[in-house]
């Protein structure tokens, strides 16, 4: 499979109800990403910067495919509106991680 790794930035305000969120991610999504073929998927928190840092393992075929059907899903979209409210995109032009285009969460390239 192929990995990925994405930021965006926490707003201070709502660090401790995105760590609560977090602690019990709704069913419908971990399924969800389970069956967009992610595999290993982790956030991690920079408290000196705000920054989350995301990485997963994507091993299926067709990314952009697993991706419409992501944003197909209900409860994902009403998971995204949620936390994109506590988050603020680093990407120029990005609205919402329901848009797609441009990403909500910026790409970063994996050098090593």
């Known amino acids: 499979g192929r990995r990925y790794a994405q930021i965006v930035k926490l707003k201070p305000e709502f660090i401790e ?9 709704w069913p419908e999504v971990l399924k969800q ?31 952009d495919g697993d991706m419409e059907k992501m944003r197909d899903n209900p409860k994902v979209r009403e998971w995204w509106k949620m936390t994109d409210g506590f988050q603020e995109s680093m990407v120029p032009g990005a609205k919402d991680s329901e848009s797609g285009t441009p990403a909500w969460w910026k790409p970063v390239e994996e050098v090593f």
């Open 33 to 63: 990403i389970q069956d967009c073929n992610i595999q290993d998927y982790s956030i991690f928190h920079d408290p000196g910067t705000g920054i989350l840092f995301a990485s997963f393992k994507y091993t299926g075929s067709d990314f």
């Open 17 to 25: 109800k995105y760590k609560e969120v977090h602690a019990a991610v």
